[in-house]
């Protein structure tokens, strides 16, 4: 009976026997609206009943899943920057008493210098 309720690939109330199974029932959990917050609870939930050796094996996974490419720094640094910068105008429309740093900096030239008091 349990393979056909495997069958289903919604279904998650079985017990993980190899590190295989656990990595199938963490990312069914996942398809089904898994919240970001509740992933260490899921992995526990996985993990658990496997023996040490599968548990490895999982573990291993956990840290460097296979298949997974991550983005460029760069292009997640340009991204943020965008955002920020469209932030930073929304924030000044919206609040025009507001200026930012950089506006004093350009009113008064590059950096304010100082200058020295004459000697009397």
């Known amino acids: 009976?349990?393979?056909?309720?495997r069958?289903?690939?919604?279904?998650?109330g079985y017990r993980s026997k190899s590190?295989?199974?656990a990595v199938?029932?963490?990312r069914r959990m996942q398809r089904n609206g898994l919240p970001p917050t509740m992933i260490p609870e899921a992995l526990i939930k996985c993990a658990k009943g496997l023996n040490e050796r599968e548990l490895?094996?999982?573990t291993t996974w956990i840290i460097c899943p296979n298949d997974?490419?991550?983005i460029d720094v760069s292009v997640i640094g340009a991204e943020n920057l965008l955002t920020h910068q469209e932030m930073v105008r929304e924030h000044e429309l919206k609040n025009p008493s507001v200026r930012s740093q950089d506006d004093e900096k350009n009113?008064?030239?590059?950096l304010a210098t100082l200058?020295?008091?004459?000697?009397e």
């Open 7 to 12: 069958a289903d690939p919604n279904y998650v």
């Open 56 to 58: 490895d094996l999982f």
């Open 115 to 119: 200058v020295e008091a004459p000697e």
């Open 107 to 110: 009113e008064c030239g590059a």
């Open 24 to 26: 199938e029932r963490f």
């Open 68 to 70: 997974v490419h991550g």
């Open 1 to 5: 009976m349990e393979a056909v309720r």
């Open 19 to 21: 590190a295989v199974d």
